[in-house]
């Protein structure tokens, strides 16, 4: 059974006589997003940590001061903490077991090229690269988001390979990080889970998260199975109301309606509320496409397939809205041959406040316009990198009335604030014709429509 501990529980870890337990010593296996974010707030908040990758460029940078990759706040924060001397990095997994007394697992978890299924050579190879060094007792701690049964292979492995043997504890702490504002949910977060095996291992993570657990943070304390549930199952409820409302802009679409209203007047019920009740282009990124595919990849092993089912709907509602956006383009455009047409894609990131191109809605669109025919250019503030080294076949300008320029089509893919506040008077002086598809439903219509423009959206008349 699950225990939730509020802040008057939470007054300090300790041993099972009275004793304070010192201030652990953590690693932070895998310095990507989430290992490179955990390790630098963790020692923001006063913890002496190392970072630990096998990828010694990426070390070299972090080392020197670099973020790889955009997060609003991020590089100061690695500065503060490379300041303070409580954060280090290496690639030595020798030297991470000798300093480290909580080891925390921060790898990828990707999908399986040609299946649905999670791909955990990453957390398996780093479980392997650690666990032969680790001689005293110590507590790994997973935060990748795996498929449930993994947490329990991972405890008989690293027992299996670690000289101090039993005294080696697996816990898991699943992360709910969201991109642009991974800072303020790694340090203030809405809630704590531990899925442990002992009391030991809770109040070993209880010091880990003390400064956080001290400002009120709830603790759920759990099962390592039901641990490794949570972030499945939380990813699994978000990306089924983003597809449910996307499902109602497809009947919107059919009878006339608009979606808009329609979420507008299902917000008011408090049992449904607001958040996420947001028409348009759908969910993209690293997390949700790939942890419902995997979560119900999973379940069908299990045999209890069915129960999930629904989620193989949700991930085909939200790859449709990609396919009737380019519809939409077209119908713009004039409805006919896309060859030649001039669309200025004002997005390439999966969500703004990010670099991320990970199954992004905007690239694909972008880059299906591309395939038949459309000239396509590209605009992003943070992801142009990103994208061009995925799409090299498209072009790129450096800002929105450049890309807009001569065109013919501009699509709204990714709805940052620089772009929700361009003047459409301004715009439309530089496009050929003034015809604007919001994709992302953050535009103001009326003034849109006010400036001379076609507006057209997912969902709406």
């Not at 707030?41 to 913890?47: D, I, K």
């Not at 701690?141 to 670690?162: C, D, H, I, Y």
């Not at 000289?163 to 697996?170: N, T, Y």
């Not at 893919?413 to 715009?427: G, Y």
Request: net charge negative; proline share 5%; charged share 25%.
């Amino acid at each position: 059974m699950a225990v939730i501990a509020g802040p008057e529980q939470t007054t300090g870890p300790q041993y099972g006589d009275d004793t304070p337990l010192p201030a652990p010593r953590l690693t932070v296996i895998g310095t990507g997003y989430l290992g490179a974010t955990h390790a630098i707030c963790m020692a923001v908040l006063g913890f002496d940590v190392l970072g630990v990758d096998v990828d010694e460029s990426k070390i070299k940078r972090l080392s020197e001061g670099e973020v790889p990759f955009f997060e609003p706040g991020l590089p100061q924060l690695l500065a503060k903490a490379l300041d303070s001397g409580r954060l280090r990095f290496t690639t030595s997994f020798e030297e991470a077991a000798e300093f480290g007394d909580i080891h925390f697992l921060c790898v990828g978890t990707p999908q399986q090229q040609g299946s649905d299924a999670a791909d955990l050579r990453y957390v398996d190879s780093a479980v392997t690269a650690l666990a032969p060094h680790l001689r005293r007792r110590t507590l790994v701690v997973g935060k990748s988001t795996v498929p449930v049964g993994t947490a329990a292979r991972l405890t008989e492995l690293v027992r299996r390979l670690a000289p101090a043997g039993d005294q080696v504890e697996l816990a898991w702490n699943p992360e709910f990080l969201r991109e642009g504002f991974a800072i303020d949910d790694t340090i203030h977060p809405d809630r704590l889970v531990f899925g442990v095996s002992s009391a030991r291992a809770e109040e070993r993570l209880r010091a880990a998260f003390a400064p956080v657990i001290a400002t009120g943070t709830p603790v759920v304390v759990t099962d390592l199975t039901t641990a490794e549930l949570v972030k499945v199952a939380a990813n699994s409820f978000l990306a089924t109301k983003i597809s449910y409302i996307n499902a109602m802009a497809e009947v919107c679409e059919a009878t006339g309606g608009d979606v808009r209203g329609l979420a507008r007047a299902l917000a008011y019920d408090d049992r449904i509320g607001g958040r996420f009740l947001k028409p348009g282009l759908g969910f993209g990124g690293g997390c949700l496409p790939k942890d419902i595919r995997a979560f119900a990849h999973r379940a069908e092993e299990l045999g209890v397939g069915q129960a999930v089912a629904f989620l193989r709907e949700v991930d085909a509602i939200n790859l449709r809205r990609r396919s009737r956006t380019v519809d939409l383009i077209r119908e713009l455009a004039g409805g006919g041959d896309l060859t030649g047409v001039r669309v200025a894609a004002l997005g390439a990131a999966f969500k703004p406040n990010s670099d991320d191109i990970r199954d992004a809605p905007a690239l694909d669109v972008a880059a299906a316009l591309h395939r038949l025919g459309a000239q396509v250019t590209v605009v992003d503030p943070e992801a142009t990198h990103n994208a061009r080294r995925a799409h090299p076949e498209l072009d790129y300008a450096t800002d929105a009335i450049a890309a807009a320029t001569g065109a013919d089509v501009v699509a709204l893919l990714t709805e940052w604030n620089q772009f929700q506040e361009i003047d459409p008077d301004i715009m439309g002086s530089v496009v050929a014709h003034r015809r604007i598809f919001d994709g992302r439903d953050a535009l103001d219509a009326t003034r849109w429509r006010a400036a001379g423009w076609e507006y057209r959206a997912l969902g709406r008349p």
